[in-house]
């Protein structure tokens, strides 16, 4: 597919999303302690969970989640740069941090949460209000009874990278 018509694509699934998702919160320990993490997920998608307050502050969300993967797209603007013109790091560490956790969640049973102990992040090149949609897609690795680790990356919509990252999660009973 040509990179136009993935960003066309990519345009039409957000604009499709974003109008079925609840508004942004916190779900209770019940709501998380009751469902599988993929029920969880899919519960947001359907409006039934709020997003995450995260992604309304930093303007993105959640755009497919399978067992293992998950996706998140955002746009970086003019409100995420850095004194020296460029998207600050810490936007592309939010949506790596989001995507290799949610990624984990999707793969533990119902009463299991997670929490982030280590993530690595490399940049390969700035991000700007110039680059128009991005992804970040985390992948499951491994996950085990106590730790889980995955890995993520940011593209745009011609497939070109812009960082990498792993993480390291705790696995532990709600």
Not at 29 to 42: A, H
Not at 72 to 94: D, E, K, L, R
Not at 152 to 157: F, L, P
């Amino acid at each position: 597919m040509e990179s136009h018509e993935k960003l066309k694509q990519w345009q039409e699934e957000e604009a499709s999303i974003r109008p079925v998702l609840a508004a942004p919160g916190v779900a209770t320990r019940e709501q998380l302690r009751e469902r599988s993490g993929m029920e969880f997920l899919n519960d947001i998608f359907q409006g039934k969970l709020p997003v995450a307050p995260i992604g309304a502050l930093m303007d993105f969300i959640p755009v497919h989640a399978d067992k293992g993967v998950m996706i998140f797209q955002g746009s970086p603007g003019p409100q995420h740069y850095n004194p020296i013109g460029m998207v600050h790091g810490g936007y592309a560490a939010t949506l790596l941090d989001s995507c290799v956790g949610c990624a984990i969640h999707t793969m533990l049973p119902a009463g299991k949460g997670y929490s982030t102990l280590e993530l690595k992040v490399n940049y390969i090149r700035a991000l700007t209000d110039k680059t128009g949609p991005i992804r970040a897609e985390g992948r499951v690795i491994n996950v085990g009874s106590q730790v889980a680790v995955a890995e993520g990356r940011i593209t745009d919509a011609s497939g070109k990278l812009y960082a990498h990252a792993t993480t390291t999660c705790l696995v532990f009973s709600i």
